[in-house]
């Protein structure tokens, strides 16, 4: 559990710089990634990479914040909080100035101390609510 934990302190370091050096130390080339709204897999770090920036378009100062992690063997399951400015057209919605706070639940599998799998499930609804995308009530 202890290396779990100082393995995913790295990997927000990663996720909140972007870090390509990092990318390719903490992520398996074969991973995958199931994205919200993707079809297939993303791979690798350059599939990482790829969602990273994706979201740092609509949210330029984006930041995951590690809140708690349960692990168990080669799997861990990991609550997030993500903090931002919407400064960039994000699924559509032009640029509001809004701040978001918003949860997001993965689950990953390491092996060899890389990143082999994850599923991200960020709370889309509260995202698109907290930009005005769609109607709170």
Same mark, same amino acid.
Do not use: C
């Given at each position: 559990?202890?290396?779990?934990?100082?393995?995913?302190? %790295?990997?927000?370091?990663?996720?909140?710089?972007?870090?390509? /050096?990092?990318?390719?130390?903490?992520?398996?080339?074969?991973?995958?990634?199931?994205?919200?709204? %993707?079809?297939?897999?993303?791979?690798?770090?350059?599939?990482?990479?790829?969602?990273?920036?994706?979201?740092?378009?609509?949210?330029?100062?984006?930041?995951?914040?590690?809140?708690?992690?349960?692990?168990?063997?080669?799997?861990?399951?990991?609550?997030?909080?993500?903090?931002?400015?919407?400064?960039?057209?994000?699924?559509?919605?032009?640029?509001?100035? /809004?701040?978001?706070?918003?949860?997001?639940? /993965?689950?990953?599998?390491?092996?060899?101390? %890389?990143?082999?799998?994850?599923?991200?499930?960020?709370?889309?609804?509260?995202?698109?609510? %907290?930009?005005?995308?769609?109607?709170?009530?």
């Amino acid at each position: 559990m202890t290396n779990h934990k100082n393995f995913f302190k %790295q990997f927000v370091e990663f996720i909140n710089t972007a870090d390509e /050096n990092l990318a390719q130390q903490l992520i398996n080339p074969t991973a995958k990634f199931y994205v919200p709204g %993707q079809v297939e897999p993303l791979i690798g770090p350059t599939g990482y990479l790829a969602t990273i920036w994706m979201m740092r378009e609509g949210f330029p100062d984006i930041q995951w914040h590690l809140e708690e992690i349960i692990s168990e063997n080669d799997k861990s399951a990991i609550r997030f909080t993500m903090t931002g400015t919407h400064k960039g057209t994000f699924f559509g919605v032009p640029p509001t100035g /809004n701040s978001i706070k918003v949860q997001a639940t /993965n689950f990953y599998r390491l092996i060899d101390n %890389q990143i082999t799998e994850e599923y991200g499930q960020p709370d889309l609804l509260a995202l698109l609510q %907290q930009i005005g995308a769609v109607p709170t009530n």
